[in-house]
């Protein structure tokens, strides 16, 4: 009998999610990972890889004029290219048996408009690439307009995860607006 790792134990009592977009990453380890979570700074780091320069610059050139964010936007929605977040989180669909998740910017933590703006976009990039709503869900850092916003997107049947939860009060609005998941927030690098 193979030796257990601590990870096979911790999947016995709990659900291990994988938190990188990397096909190899998520199809190293020894069980099925439920979801695959990225952010800005997992996204920005795959694009930064050397292989992806070609893409960059092209987005930049484009879209460089407004900011940085657009440029990631676009990175985050665009389908013509496998370096995309959208296309990075569909490759690993077959090796997950939940969802795949991408962020909002916290730019607009405070405006639900811009929010469900940008939940739409990538709901939309999301289903071009033949992801289907019941295998992706979007992160929002949670705040009182995103609490609104995840209301209304979950109702339409865009699923939600509250991120950036730092007390109870955050999750029990997380839980009233009908987010999947509630994720407080750790970086530990």
Not at 53 to 63: G, N, P, T
């Amino acid at each position: 009998m193979a030796a257990r790792s601590l990870l096979d134990r911790l999947e016995e009592l709990c659900n291990v999610d994988v938190d990188d977009v990397d096909t190899e990453v998520v199809k190293s380890l020894p069980f099925t990972p439920h979801n695959q979570t990225s952010n800005q700074a997992i996204i920005t780091k795959r694009l930064l890889e050397p292989k992806n320069k070609a893409l960059l610059e092209d987005l930049i050139d484009k879209y460089g004029k407004e900011g940085w964010e657009h440029v990631y936007n676009m990175a985050v929605c665009q389908q013509q290219s496998p370096a995309t977040a959208i296309t990075l989180c569909a490759r690993n669909i077959p090796y997950l048996s939940g969802r795949v998740l991408v962020q909002t910017s916290l730019r607009h933590v405070h405006d639900r408009d811009a929010i469900i703006k940008q939940c739409l976009a990538y709901a939309e990039a999301f289903e071009q690439a033949g992801v289907s709503r019941d295998r992706f869900a979007i992160k929002l850092p949670f705040s009182g307009s995103a609490a609104s916003a995840a209301l209304e997107l979950n109702a339409q049947g865009i699923r939600t995860l509250a991120t950036a939860v730092f007390s109870l009060e955050q999750a029990i609005a997380a839980s009233q607006s009908n987010c999947l998941f509630v994720s407080p927030y750790y970086n530990g690098q």
